[in-house]
């Protein structure tokens, strides 16, 4: 079975600060992994995904997440956070072989910005 | 055109109303969802349907209902709800259940509340 771990609930940055959300997987496999992002009282939005390939995935709005095997991690992170990005941030995975689509939700992290 | 719809955006409902939530695609998703988000928590998968049948009901009362009437519609029939049931109500969609083009797209939600 798999799992997703975020590393804490609320992050707080300054304004143009590094943003770094952590998220770890628990798989035998390598899955795939997805971030998303939710401002308040609305769906969620892909930032970006790692299926196959480059391990280094860039996604909309300047974020960016690097799949490392050997630490089963796929973190999230922005050089510049901007007050736009208050948010709640959730990492995802979901198994090979589709499990039927079904995602596995991180907790989330809300991603608070200072100016 | 590149997003899930979901109507209404707000539904207040008594214990005893009967209701419907629609979602609505047309990016020629051959997969739909239905996710359940309580406050700070992540989504929950309540329902998928693949190919317009039901696939997975992930253990949801029966109060719940859902119905896929075509490829880019599916339908959540709502009776005898109780007030733990108030939640916001995401629909998803996915080229396909499983394998590579299995990305979800999220609607904005309908914010369910139960009197």
């Known amino acids: 079975a798999q799992s997703v771990t975020q590393l804490g609930s609320h992050v707080s940055v300054s304004e143009g600060a590094l943003v770094l959300l952590r998220c770890n997987y628990s798989s035998s496999v390598p899955p795939y992994l997805f971030w998303y992002v939710q401002y308040p009282n609305q769906g969620l939005q892909l930032l970006l995904k790692y299926t196959t390939g480059a391990t280094l995935v860039k996604g909309i709005n300047g974020f960016e997440a690097e799949f490392k095997k050997s630490e089963t991690s796929f973190h999230l992170t922005k050089p510049s956070a901007h007050m736009s990005d208050a948010a709640e941030y959730f990492c995802?995975?979901?198994?090979?072989?589709?499990?039927?689509?079904?995602?596995?939700f991180g907790k989330g992290t809300k991603l608070s910005v200072k100016p | 055109d590149t997003e899930v719809t979901q109507t209404p955006k707000h539904l207040v409902m008594g214990m005893t109303n009967k209701k419907s939530l629609k979602c609505e695609q047309h990016m020629g998703h051959r997969a739909m969802y239905w996710y359940k988000q309580k406050a700070k928590k992540p989504p929950e998968l309540m329902f998928v349907?693949?190919?317009?049948?039901?696939?997975i009901n992930e253990s949801v009362p029966s109060r719940f209902s859902p119905e896929c009437p075509n490829s880019s519609l599916l339908n959540l029939h709502l009776h005898a709800l109780q007030p733990e049931d108030s939640a916001l109500y995401l629909c998803?969609?996915?080229?396909?259940?499983?394998?590579?083009?299995?990305?979800?797209?999220f609607g904005p939600g309908t914010r369910l509340t139960v009197l």
């Open positions: 995802a995975g979901m198994n090979y072989g589709g499990s039927q689509g079904n995602l596995i």
């Open positions: 998803a969609s996915s080229p396909v259940a499983s394998g590579d083009y299995n990305e979800q797209f």
């Open positions: 349907y693949s190919y317009e049948k039901l696939s």
